[in-house]
């Protein structure tokens, strides 16, 4: 388990881990080391998006620390969204100040010029992509990834199999969509390869329950293939919003599992994202949310991260699912997580 460790020494113990990755390339004579996310041997890492506020973006060491103070156990890696609306530039800030905290950078690549959801993409659509529109600011954002030196979990087009997003088959030719989505997110891994970027863990992200329910939505129809992808990802909510129908963890996770289970025979799986809106019913969704993972009943899943946010809605309700939205709901996530089989140290071949 990782120690909670003093801004200065989390400084420290990362300037260390610099020093010592720049001699071994000194020694070794190979250059950048190639570096992957693996399972670990045991157990389950626990990561989380630690409340980087409504953009994904507002990235910062005590948000981190805030969060593993809250809960009593540090993460292995932070999430948080590279949103495209100023430009592709690489995220450097962030990803120092997630490493400094001795977590890994998780950064979703989100291909999005505007807030809207649910309509086409007016400037980094997929076949744009596809076709290296964009290839210059790509092979900047890798040759920027690649000089940190710092393992990155990457993902590209998150949820890929919902249409609120403009990555979604249906915003991109429909039957022929998800067949542009693979090529387009082959084409950023076989770009950042050429640049030599072998610092990067690749992850595929789907949705429990993606829309619309159509044979080409399907999450197998976008997956880029095993040569690709490392980890494969889902995001499984419960109510989001206040009025929203409520579902147990199980009810949801337990319908879609075996989808998401059957994308690749071999790849580890990870719950990226997870969470519920505060109700009387918030604690026991926790509880058996983290009771379910940790018993085997979805024996793939080797890594989880709860989604520590609120948000306002158009409506004007706020959504609720930071785990302090009450005290019996912070205590069931306290509680289950300290299970030793929850592990906060990643391990990378």
């Known amino acids: 388990m990782r120690k909670f460790v003093t801004p200065f020494a989390a400084i420290l113990a990362m300037g260390l881990f610099l020093v010592g990755y720049a001699l071994y390339e000194s020694s070794s004579g190979l250059g950048v080391k190639s570096t992957k996310l693996l ?7 626990h990561g989380a998006f630690p409340d980087f506020g409504p953009e994904e973006d507002i990235v910062s060491a005590k948000r981190i620390q805030d969060f593993e103070a809250l809960v009593g156990k540090g993460i292995a890696f ?10 592709i530039h690489f995220p450097q800030k962030e990803v120092q100040a997630i490493a400094s905290t001795g977590a890994t950078p998780f950064i979703r690549m989100m291909p999005r010029s505007d807030w809207y959801e649910g309509q086409p993409e007016p400037v980094y659509s997929l076949q744009k992509i596809a076709d290296g529109v964009f290839d210059p600011e790509l092979q900047k954002w890798a040759a920027e990834a690649k000089e940190t030196k710092i393992p990155l979990l990457v993902e590209f087009g998150t949820e890929v199999n919902g249409d609120w997003f403009s990555w979604n088959a249906r915003w991109n030719g429909r039957e022929q969509g998800a067949a542009v989505f693979q090529q387009a997110y082959r084409h950023i891994i076989n ?5 030599n970027v072998t610092t990067i863990t690749w992850v595929f992200h789907v949705d429990a329950q993606g829309e619309p329910d159509e044979p080409w939505n399907s999450m197998a129809a976008y997956y880029p293939g095993d040569e690709y992808i490392d980890w494969i990802g889902m995001s499984v909510y419960g109510a989001q ?3 929203d129908d409520w579902q147990t963890f199980q009810e949801v996770f337990d319908e879609a599992y075996a989808e998401f289970a059957a994308i690749s025979a071999t790849k580890p799986l990870a719950l990226l994202e997870f969470g519920a809106h505060e109700n009387n ?9 983290l009771e379910s993972i940790s018993s085997g009943r979805y024996p793939r899943v080797k890594a989880i991260s709860y989604w520590h946010s609120n948000w306002e809605n158009d409506d004007g309700t706020t959504s609720r699912l930071r785990l302090d939205s009450s005290k019996e ?12 089989l929850f592990v906060t ?5």
Do not use: D, H, T
């Not at 932070?78 to 430009?87: E, K, V």
């Not at 019913?281 to 949310?289: L, T």
């Open 39 to 45: 399972p670990p041997a045991n157990g389950i890492y």
């Open 78 to 87: 932070a999430y948080f969204s590279n949103n495209w609306l100023g430009g």
């Open 191 to 195: 770009l950042f390869r050429e640049e």
């Open 241 to 243: 919003e206040p009025g």
């Open 281 to 289: 019913k918030k604690p026991a969704w926790i509880a058996q949310a």
């Open 329 to 340: 709901s912070l205590q069931a996530y306290q509680q289950a997580i300290q299970n030793p």
């Open 345 to 349: 140290e990643p391990v990378f071949e």
